[in-house]
């Protein structure tokens, strides 16, 4: 599947933004679906990933409880709920899609800005 977010954007601390992931193809549902992102100047990290029965979910312990990560198997989308927001959340976002046993890839990423 090829892998296309959206919804970055500025928002003040403690707001709240909701980022999408349209990915093409139909075998959607036999991957499972994550998020990473990457702050300026640092790696990509793990923020949290989801099955691909949406039955098991997993977080970054800095995002628990303020993330909720979630799919939608009809519409091949994924969505990442970003509540409470802190300026450290700032980085590019990326949608990630991985066959089970396989790494993630990654697609374009969506920027996050979250002022102080």
């Known amino acids: 599947v090829q892998l296309q977010a959206s919804g970055g954007g500025l928002v003040e601390a403690g707001g709240s933004l909701r980022l999408s992931c349209a990915a093409s193809g139909d075998a959607f549902r036999l991957y499972h679906m994550g998020w990473f992102r990457q702050a300026p100047g640092k790696g990509r990290e793990f923020v949290t990933t989801?099955?691909?029965?949406?039955?098991?979910?997993e977080y970054a312990d800095s995002v628990k409880g303020r993330f909720t990560i979630s799919r939608d198997n009809a519409k091949n989308a994924v969505y990442l709920q970003m509540n409470s927001l802190k300026p450290e959340d700032t980085a590019v976002y990326y949608c990630a899609a991985a066959l089970p046993g396989n790494p993630y890839y990654w697609g374009q990423g969506t920027l996050v800005t979250v002022s102080s």
């Open positions: 989801i099955s691909r029965s949406s039955s098991r979910t």
